[in-house]
């Protein structure tokens, strides 16, 4: 019974993010209702408002607890125009509903989406071109698309081709500072050559700069008006607009080619508007980088360690006493992991490594501070006794007559163990490092300590040298979760991607639970014997 409520309880929840998670990507239908007299839900003077119905709830009246009454909430958009993009109207105030096919949900950079009714499009010099003109569409859409290739080349500008200037330029400068504080004379050739290069950096800067803001001050050529369901006009760049479409207007077709779509600009974009918009692509390639390095630093450690304990370590008090330590570190609070990763790793460490290494740079701190190395070798200490543990057991799970029969003809123990202990257990290895990732893939405590950031300007690794950057902060897909839910200036917008980020997670570590499971059977089969 107790199973059975267990997996129940699971169950349910699984299906409750599962089906929010999904929903944040269908273009629902927007609906316009009329408000009746005196509602407390209009806006100014119009008795009209329009949004997407986002949840339906039961409330009693105040005052009158015997009372029941429905409640809807309307995600509105318009914010910058309302001053708030969600809406609580009661169901006895709507006393018309309609979905009009001229709606429009106008996706933005900033201040979340507008809904409304699309009036005209200005490009240029030319004259506006009206909503009801046949060339409207075609002529937004194309102007759309050329607007977003426009936004993608001056993000590559910035980043791709100023980025690295920018770098080189402060290597220089700290090159030119070391030497200073060498105590010696400073080589006038070698000052000259900096400079320079300096002055060399600075000039195409200058030319790059140039090109962006010419590309920007092309985003503003073109302007959208559209009318709010409340009557009042506005007008926006649209080098700021990202989507327009009529949800109203799209038959199932084309709400699924949308829905693929969102999902994969889910996947693949970053985020925006205090991580509420927008996609998750840097905080899956934290996760990703972060999860990597963990493995690598905990698997050979926890491999030798396990070995030695099973293996060569005399049997008695000492070692033990270290099994119970080993088994009662799995069960120590995980923020402590991360205190200890950011006094030992962070300030001892990284100061050390700053003052020995980076001594120029001070007191701008270089490795003193929290980073995708630190962050991954905090983690690796906290699930290192999962890798102990199941590789210990994997080894003693080796039949004792295969090393013996390896002993027999010949083969010394490092031998033995080498060629037949460790491939008989590497199913059980494989295992507890799938478990490990799983477990560091989802911890967020320790990594609010030692480098995981609201919102990461670059990646942990890009094309500039040295290319894997140790000492630089990360998003990850945890902490991405605790943002959007507990700190978040908007709770309500933030919602939906709350359970699209979590469902994503979920799907993660399911994903590294499978591949454990299907690895560890692959390999018990290849490496079966009949004495097993």
């Known amino acids: 019974m107790g199973l059975g409520i267990g997996l ?15 929903s944040v990507f269908w273009p629902n239908r927007i609906a316009e209702i009329t408000l009746a007299p005196g509602s407390a839900a209009r806006i100014g003077d119009s008795d009209r408002l329009a949004g997407e119905v986002r949840m339906r709830r039961v409330k009693r009246v105040p005052g009158r ?13 318009n914010r910058d125009a309302y001053g708030f993009g969600f809406r609580f109207v009661d169901a006895s105030d709507v006393a018309a509903t309609a979905y009009p096919a001229g709606l429009a949900m106008i996706t933005r950079l900033e201040y979340g989406p507008a809904i409304g009714y699309l009036v005209s499009l200005a490009a240029g010099e030319d004259a506006p071109v009206p909503a009801d003109d046949p060339r409207f569409q075609g002529e937004l859409q194309r102007l759309t698309r050329e607007f977003a ?7 590559r500008i910035e980043k791709a081709a100023i980025g690295p200037l920018s770098a080189r330029k402060e290597q220089l400068r700290l090159a030119a500072r070391s030497a200073a504080w060498d105590g010696k004379d400073p080589d006038p050739a070698a000052a000259a050559a ?6 060399k950096i600075e000039d195409n800067y200058a030319t790059l700069a140039e090109q962006a ?18 009557g009042a006009e506005r007008t926006m760049v649209l080098g700021g607009v990202v989507d327009v479409f009529a949800p109203n207007r799209m038959g199932f077709g084309e709400r699924c080619v949308r829905f693929a779509g969102n999902i994969k600009g889910f996947l693949t974009e970053s985020p925006r508007e205090a991580n509420t918009e927008g996609g998750v692509f840097p905080a899956i390639f934290g996760t990703f980088v972060m999860t990597l390095l963990m493995s690598v630093a905990v698997v050979p450690f926890g491999v030798v ?7 060569y370590a005399r049997q008695g008090p000492v070692v033990r006493a270290v099994r119970i330590a080993v088994n009662n570190l799995a069960g120590v609070p995980s923020i402590v992991f991360g205190v200890f990763g950011l006094g030992f790793f962070v300030y001892f460490v990284g100061g050390t490594l700053d003052s020995l290494l980076f001594a120029d740079r001070l007191p701008t701190p270089t490795f003193g501070t929290g980073g995708v190395l630190w962050a991954a070798l905090t983690l690796a200490l906290m699930t290192v006794p999962v890798v102990i543990v199941a590789t210990e057991e994997a080894v003693a799970a080796v ?22 202990v460790l491939p008989a257990a590497v ?40 290319f894997l950057h140790f000492d630089r902060k990360f998003m990850h897909l945890g902490f991405h979760i605790y943002d959007l839910g507990f700190q978040s200036p908007d709770s309500e917008a933030a919602k939906p991607m709350v359970f699209a980020t979590t469902l994503l997670l979920i799907l993660l570590v399911i994903c590294l639970n499978m591949g454990a499971i299907l690895l560890r059977e692959r390999l018990r089969r290849r490496y079966q014997t009949a004495a097993f």
């Open 427 to 466: 199913p059980g290895i494989i295992t507890g490092m799938i478990l490990a990732m799983a477990r560091g893939a989802g911890e967020v405590a320790p990594l609010m300590l030692v480098g995981v950031v609201k919102l990461a300007p670059t990646l942990p690794l890009d094309t500039v040298a040295p």
């Open 194 to 199: 900096i400079a320079a290069e300096i002055a």
């Open 305 to 311: 360690a396990a070995i030695y304990l099973r293996e």
């Open 399 to 420: 039949p004792r007559g295969a090393r013996e029969g390896s002993l027999a003809c010949g083969a010394s123990k490092w031998q033995t163990i080498q060629r037949i």
């Open 8 to 22: 129940l309880m699971v169950t349910a929840l699984l299906y409750v993010i599962l089906s929010n998670g999904l």
């Open 213 to 230: 803001g010419a590309l920007r001050a092309l985003q503003a050529k073109a302007k959208l008006t559209y009318r709010l369901p409340t």
């Open 149 to 155: 290739d426009r936004r993608r080349e001056i993000e």
């Open 65 to 77: 607890s015997e009372e029941i009454t429905r409640e809807l909430q309307f995600f509105v958009g």
